[in-house]
């Protein structure tokens, strides 16, 4: 019998990450329009997001063992509500003289909670669904997350506008308590892990076993993981300084415009999550190469519409619309890979290979931001060749990763079908 893909525990997980989303998104947007107006300075935030987003990175794997040791629900429940006691602490403290400290203090607090978080949520996906329903499980929370990240901002900036800080906070405390709501009635099946020796000893052993997992019994996987990664490195580079650097430093347009191209993206991002649901069953895992190919020719448009003399508007729609293609091919590209990670990985591994997952992927991003800051500003009078040349890049590991994804569906033991 075909199982469905909303039951009753997929349901309220779907339920508790838009409600969670949805707090985070206001959050963070209230917390960089306070910090802005106090300090006047964009790089005083840049950089306390930066620094904040450290334990994250740090943490992961530790994240990833207690979700493979821990009842899964009992944590998710746990932080979701740790999350909403921080930030309703942290409003009743602001404002004050110290009040940048504190929300610092806050932004690393919420970054160790997402350390264990994320991979937790990761590995509920593939305990609560199986075969193709993983995959349409994982473009059903992609496209929650796409759309609060469309509709967040746009009514975070209403209630921040209209009553300030310390309302938007409370707003998303109610969002995580919410969360936590949705979550204590999540029902999953627990099995203690083999504990032997003592705190230290466990955390070794899991850690070894599995790192050995990854690099000897299922080295695909690794392989898998880290092309999700460098498709992550180049598409993060030219969508978080490419397209504000193109549009405010390059074409001359105003706010209104990276505002269109932000919204743009999410809607592609939701787009490329439904196409994902809709490949199901029918993309076979040797084609995957062909979907990662598309994200380099996607780019090259971009480039390109730089060569030749046009209206800012002519270039900026062109630019835009690579964007998307580009935005939406590494959605449905980031979407299989994840699900094939998952449903390779037994279950308990999930939470320490998808904790592997998130902090490779976390680290690509900042590279990619950092390398291409250096690229677009160094190429002010040629972004045509950053653009172009990175499209070929990714192009060419697209082609060149066709071989390694035609193996893999050789092998025929992936859970989803082939045909």
Known sequence: MKQKLFTKNFTLLVLGQASSLFGNYILRLALSMYVLETTGSAAVFAGILSAAAIPSILLAPFGGILADRANRRN???????????AVLCTAVILPGSHALVVIGGLLVVLSVFGAFETPTVQACIPQMLVGDNIIRGNAVVNQIASISYLTAPLLGGILYAAFGLKPVMFASVVCFFI?????????LGYRPGDAQGNMLCMIRNDFIGSIRFLMKEQPDIMKVLLLAALSRFFVMGIAMVGIPFLVRTILGLDAKFYGGAESALAVATILGSLAAGLFTGKLKIGKLFIVLSAIGICIIPAGIVFLFPADAVIRYTVSVAAFCGMQAAISIFSIFAVSMIQQKTPDHLLGKVMAYTSAITMCAQPFGQMIYGFLFDGCREAVYLVLILTGIAVGLIGVGSAGFFRRMEEKQDWGWKMD
């Open 75 to 85: 944590i998710m429940v746990a932080l979701d509500a740790l999350t909403g006691l």
């Open 179 to 187: 969360t936590a709501s949705f979550e204590w009635f999540i029902k």
